[in-house]
Protein backbone atom coordinates (compact mmCIF):
# COMPACT_ATOMS: atom_id res chain seq x y z
CA UNK A 1 0.00 0.00 0.00
CA UNK A 2 1.03 3.50 -0.89
CA UNK A 3 0.35 7.29 0.92
CA UNK A 4 0.42 10.26 -0.72
CA UNK A 5 0.19 13.57 1.25
CA UNK A 6 -0.30 17.06 0.69
CA UNK A 7 0.10 19.37 3.26
CA UNK A 8 -0.07 22.96 3.82
CA UNK A 9 0.04 24.97 6.94
CA UNK A 10 -4.08 24.51 7.60
CA UNK A 11 -4.35 20.34 6.74
CA UNK A 12 -3.33 17.68 5.23
CA UNK A 13 -4.62 15.54 2.66
CA UNK A 14 -4.15 12.12 2.58
CA UNK A 15 -4.48 9.04 -0.08
CA UNK A 16 -4.51 5.68 1.01
CA UNK A 17 -3.33 3.70 -2.50
CA UNK A 18 -4.23 -0.04 -2.42
CA UNK A 19 -4.10 -2.51 -5.36
CA UNK A 20 -7.00 -4.07 -3.99
CA UNK A 21 -9.47 -1.92 -2.22
CA UNK A 22 -10.55 1.35 -3.41
CA UNK A 23 -8.45 4.56 -2.60
CA UNK A 24 -9.35 6.25 0.92
CA UNK A 25 -8.81 9.84 1.67
CA UNK A 26 -7.82 10.65 4.81
CA UNK A 27 -7.44 14.34 6.94
CA UNK A 28 -5.27 15.48 9.22
CA UNK A 29 -3.65 18.96 10.81
CA UNK A 30 -1.26 20.85 8.78
CA UNK A 31 2.27 19.76 8.94
CA UNK A 32 4.48 22.26 8.46
CA UNK A 33 8.59 21.52 9.80
CA UNK A 34 9.04 25.39 10.55
CA UNK A 35 6.10 25.26 13.09
CA UNK A 36 5.87 21.77 14.15
CA UNK A 37 8.67 19.59 15.82
CA UNK A 38 9.47 15.46 14.86
CA UNK A 39 7.73 14.63 18.39
CA UNK A 40 4.69 16.53 17.88
CA UNK A 41 3.99 15.29 14.50
CA UNK A 42 4.69 12.07 15.35
CA UNK A 43 2.83 11.93 18.29
CA UNK A 44 -0.70 13.40 16.05
CA UNK A 45 -0.11 10.64 13.23
CA UNK A 46 0.09 7.87 15.70
CA UNK A 47 -3.28 8.73 16.72
CA UNK A 48 -5.23 10.52 13.88
CA UNK A 49 -3.17 8.76 10.95
CA UNK A 50 -2.24 5.10 11.57
CA UNK A 51 -5.86 3.58 13.22
CA UNK A 52 -6.90 4.73 9.59
CA UNK A 53 -3.94 2.83 7.29
CA UNK A 54 -2.31 0.15 9.71
CA UNK A 55 0.97 -0.28 9.47
CA UNK A 56 1.65 -2.61 6.23
CA UNK A 57 2.52 0.75 3.94
CA UNK A 58 5.32 0.03 1.59
CA UNK A 59 5.54 3.47 -0.09
CA UNK A 60 4.91 7.35 1.28
CA UNK A 61 5.24 10.51 -0.85
CA UNK A 62 5.18 13.41 1.13
CA UNK A 63 4.14 16.90 -0.24
CA UNK A 64 4.61 19.65 1.99
CA UNK A 65 4.59 23.49 2.56
CA UNK A 66 7.83 24.11 4.68
CA UNK A 67 9.97 21.72 3.00
CA UNK A 68 12.50 23.93 1.78
CA UNK A 69 15.47 21.74 2.02
CA UNK A 70 16.36 18.17 3.33
CA UNK A 71 16.92 19.30 7.04
CA UNK A 72 13.69 20.24 7.01
CA UNK A 73 12.51 17.08 4.90
CA UNK A 74 13.77 15.06 7.06
CA UNK A 75 12.13 16.05 10.28
CA UNK A 76 8.95 14.70 8.89
CA UNK A 77 10.64 11.74 6.75
CA UNK A 78 11.90 10.92 10.72
CA UNK A 79 8.44 11.36 12.09
CA UNK A 80 6.72 9.08 9.85
CA UNK A 81 9.72 6.16 9.50
CA UNK A 82 8.85 5.83 13.55
CA UNK A 83 5.70 4.98 13.16
CA UNK A 84 5.72 3.31 9.33
CA UNK A 85 8.89 1.20 10.11
CA UNK A 86 9.15 -0.78 6.38
CA UNK A 87 7.81 2.35 4.70
CA UNK A 88 10.19 4.09 1.57
CA UNK A 89 9.80 7.73 2.63
CA UNK A 90 10.18 10.14 -0.02
CA UNK A 91 9.84 14.25 0.93
CA UNK A 92 9.01 16.91 -1.30
CA UNK A 93 8.44 20.62 -1.24
CA UNK A 94 4.21 21.87 -1.86
CA UNK A 95 4.89 23.52 -5.01
CA UNK A 96 6.81 20.36 -6.48
CA UNK A 97 3.23 18.72 -5.54
CA UNK A 98 1.58 21.53 -7.34
CA UNK A 99 3.38 21.03 -10.45
CA UNK A 100 3.00 17.73 -10.78
CA UNK A 101 -1.29 17.99 -10.28
CA UNK A 102 -0.97 20.45 -12.43
CA UNK A 103 0.66 19.90 -15.18
CA UNK A 104 1.74 15.87 -14.30
CA UNK A 105 4.77 15.25 -17.34
CA UNK A 106 4.50 18.82 -19.18
CA UNK A 107 5.94 21.55 -18.34
CA UNK A 108 4.67 24.90 -16.87
CA UNK A 109 3.89 27.99 -14.33
CA UNK A 110 2.64 26.24 -10.81
CA UNK A 111 1.70 28.79 -8.30
CA UNK A 112 0.02 28.12 -4.93
CA UNK A 113 -2.69 30.59 -3.44
CA UNK A 114 -3.63 29.16 -0.05
CA UNK A 115 -2.74 30.00 3.49
CA UNK A 116 0.99 31.10 1.85
CA UNK A 117 2.08 31.82 -1.44
CA UNK A 118 4.12 30.48 -4.09
CA UNK A 119 5.44 30.14 -7.84
CA UNK A 120 8.33 28.09 -10.00
CA UNK A 121 8.56 26.94 -13.61
CA UNK A 122 8.53 23.23 -14.20
CA UNK A 123 9.61 20.85 -16.59
CA UNK A 124 7.74 17.97 -16.70
CA UNK A 125 10.11 16.82 -14.08
CA UNK A 126 12.02 18.93 -11.46
CA UNK A 127 11.46 22.37 -10.43
CA UNK A 128 13.87 24.80 -12.67
CA UNK A 129 13.43 27.69 -11.12
CA UNK A 130 10.92 30.06 -8.83
CA UNK A 131 10.83 33.07 -6.77
CA UNK A 132 11.38 32.63 -2.81
CA UNK A 133 7.76 33.05 -1.23
CA UNK A 134 9.11 34.78 1.87
CA UNK A 135 6.65 34.20 3.84
CA UNK A 136 3.74 36.16 4.98
CA UNK A 137 5.42 39.37 6.79
CA UNK A 138 8.03 39.67 3.83
CA UNK A 139 6.37 38.26 0.72
CA UNK A 140 3.50 35.27 0.33
CA UNK A 141 1.46 37.58 -2.31
CA UNK A 142 -1.83 36.90 -2.87
CA UNK A 143 -2.09 34.50 0.03
CA UNK A 144 -4.52 33.78 2.83
CA UNK A 145 -2.48 35.24 5.54
CA UNK A 146 -1.16 38.15 3.67
CA UNK A 147 -5.02 39.10 2.38
CA UNK A 148 -5.75 38.46 6.24
CA UNK A 149 -3.39 40.85 7.54
CA UNK A 150 -4.04 43.43 5.21
CA UNK A 151 -7.85 42.88 5.90
CA UNK A 152 -7.23 43.32 9.45
CA UNK A 153 -4.97 46.81 8.82
CA UNK A 154 -8.33 47.99 6.76
CA UNK A 155 -10.87 47.17 9.72
CA UNK A 156 -8.88 48.66 12.82
CA UNK A 157 -7.71 51.64 10.18
CA UNK A 158 -11.04 52.33 9.38
CA UNK A 159 -10.06 51.92 5.91
CA UNK A 160 -12.76 49.13 5.03
CA UNK A 161 -16.44 51.03 3.95
CA UNK A 162 -18.71 51.56 7.29
CA UNK A 163 -20.78 48.72 6.35
CA UNK A 164 -18.04 46.64 5.97
CA UNK A 165 -16.80 47.07 9.26
CA UNK A 166 -20.41 46.77 10.89
CA UNK A 167 -20.56 43.24 9.32
CA UNK A 168 -16.91 42.08 10.41
CA UNK A 169 -17.59 43.69 13.97
CA UNK A 170 -20.83 41.43 14.04
CA UNK A 171 -19.04 38.51 12.74
CA UNK A 172 -15.72 38.34 14.56
CA UNK A 173 -16.22 40.29 17.49
CA UNK A 174 -12.28 40.88 17.57
CA UNK A 175 -10.94 44.05 19.75
CA UNK A 176 -7.92 45.29 18.76
CA UNK A 177 -5.94 43.99 21.98
CA UNK A 178 -6.93 40.14 21.11
CA UNK A 179 -5.79 40.53 17.35
CA UNK A 180 -2.26 41.78 18.50
CA UNK A 181 -1.95 39.04 20.61
CA UNK A 182 -2.34 36.63 18.21
CA UNK A 183 -0.59 37.98 15.45
CA UNK A 184 2.27 39.17 17.47
CA UNK A 185 2.59 36.32 20.38
CA UNK A 186 0.43 33.08 19.59
CA UNK A 187 1.55 30.60 17.43
CA UNK A 188 0.47 30.23 14.04
CA UNK A 189 -0.66 33.53 12.90
CA UNK A 190 -0.82 32.87 9.51
CA UNK A 191 -3.75 30.84 10.31
CA UNK A 192 -5.56 33.27 12.56
CA UNK A 193 -5.01 35.43 9.44
CA UNK A 194 -6.08 33.19 6.70
CA UNK A 195 -9.59 32.65 8.40
CA UNK A 196 -10.77 36.04 7.61
CA UNK A 197 -10.69 35.14 3.90
CA UNK A 198 -14.37 34.24 3.56
CA UNK A 199 -15.48 37.42 4.53
CA UNK A 200 -14.22 38.74 1.06
CA UNK A 201 -15.97 35.96 -0.18
CA UNK A 202 -19.03 36.29 1.07
CA UNK A 203 -18.47 39.55 0.38
CA UNK A 204 -17.05 39.59 -3.04
CA UNK A 205 -20.28 41.52 -4.87
CA UNK A 206 -18.67 44.61 -2.99
CA UNK A 207 -16.27 47.31 -4.87
CA UNK A 208 -13.96 47.32 -2.01
CA UNK A 209 -13.81 43.36 -2.00
CA UNK A 210 -13.31 42.88 -5.53
CA UNK A 211 -10.65 45.79 -6.01
CA UNK A 212 -8.82 44.21 -2.50
CA UNK A 213 -8.66 41.05 -4.06
CA UNK A 214 -7.63 42.04 -7.14
CA UNK A 215 -4.88 44.42 -6.17
CA UNK A 216 -3.48 41.42 -3.97
CA UNK A 217 -3.73 39.08 -7.20
CA UNK A 218 -2.00 41.57 -9.18
CA UNK A 219 0.71 41.93 -6.22
CA UNK A 220 0.86 38.02 -7.13
CA UNK A 221 1.84 38.47 -10.74
CA UNK A 222 3.77 41.49 -10.29
CA UNK A 223 6.08 40.46 -7.58
CA UNK A 224 6.33 36.63 -8.42
CA UNK A 225 5.27 35.44 -11.71
CA UNK A 226 6.74 38.21 -14.45
CA UNK A 227 10.46 37.66 -12.44
CA UNK A 228 10.48 34.52 -14.25
CA UNK A 229 12.34 33.93 -17.75
CA UNK A 230 9.80 33.75 -20.52
CA UNK A 231 6.99 33.46 -18.64
CA UNK A 232 4.70 34.03 -21.32
CA UNK A 233 6.10 31.07 -23.57
CA UNK A 234 4.33 28.50 -20.38
CA UNK A 235 0.78 27.73 -19.37
CA UNK A 236 0.02 28.56 -15.78
CA UNK A 237 -1.62 26.95 -12.91
CA UNK A 238 -2.79 27.26 -9.87
CA UNK A 239 -3.34 25.44 -6.43
CA UNK A 240 -5.12 26.46 -3.42
CA UNK A 241 -8.58 27.74 -1.57
CA UNK A 242 -7.55 31.15 -2.17
CA UNK A 243 -7.31 30.66 -6.03
CA UNK A 244 -9.97 28.55 -6.43
CA UNK A 245 -12.73 30.87 -4.51
CA UNK A 246 -12.04 33.31 -5.99
CA UNK A 247 -11.31 32.04 -8.99
CA UNK A 248 -12.98 34.52 -11.66
CA UNK A 249 -10.95 37.55 -10.50
CA UNK A 250 -7.11 35.51 -10.70
CA UNK A 251 -8.69 34.63 -14.30
CA UNK A 252 -9.15 38.18 -15.27
CA UNK A 253 -5.65 39.11 -13.76
CA UNK A 254 -4.34 36.24 -15.69
CA UNK A 255 -5.42 37.61 -18.50
CA UNK A 256 -4.20 41.26 -18.03
CA UNK A 257 -0.56 39.63 -18.15
CA UNK A 258 -0.90 37.80 -21.25
CA UNK A 259 -2.35 34.26 -20.29
CA UNK A 260 -5.42 33.37 -22.05
CA UNK A 261 -6.10 29.75 -20.34
CA UNK A 262 -5.37 28.17 -17.31
CA UNK A 263 -5.92 25.54 -14.42
CA UNK A 264 -7.78 26.22 -11.06
CA UNK A 265 -7.39 23.39 -7.99
CA UNK A 266 -8.36 23.45 -4.55
CA UNK A 267 -6.43 20.84 -3.89
CA UNK A 268 -3.94 18.85 -5.63
CA UNK A 269 -4.24 15.70 -3.59
CA UNK A 270 -6.68 14.29 -6.37
CA UNK A 271 -3.72 15.09 -9.07
CA UNK A 272 -1.07 14.32 -7.24
CA UNK A 273 -2.88 10.68 -7.01
CA UNK A 274 -3.21 10.59 -10.70
CA UNK A 275 0.24 11.37 -11.30
CA UNK A 276 1.71 8.73 -9.02
CA UNK A 277 -0.54 5.67 -10.66
CA UNK A 278 1.01 7.12 -13.98
CA UNK A 279 4.44 6.25 -12.89
CA UNK A 280 3.39 2.49 -11.80
CA UNK A 281 1.41 2.10 -15.16
Known amino acids: MKLIADSGSSKTAWKLISTTSPTKD ?3 AGINPFFRSEEDIFQELSLALLPETGNEIQEICFYGSGIVN ?5 IIKRALARIYLSARIETYSDVLGAARALFGSQSGIACI ?3 GSNVCMYDGEKITGGISPLGFILGDEGSGAVMGRKLLGDYFKEVMPPYLRLAFTEQFKLSREEALNRVYRSEKPNQFLAQFIPFLSDHANSAYCQEFVQHNFMEFFERNVVKLPDYQKYPIGFVGSVAYYFGQILRNTAGYFGFEQM ?3 KDPIDGLE ?7 K
Request: glycine share 10%.
Open 70 to 74: QEKGD
Open 274 to 280: KYHKTLT
Open 113 to 115: LGT
Open 263 to 265: TIL
Open 26 to 28: LKT
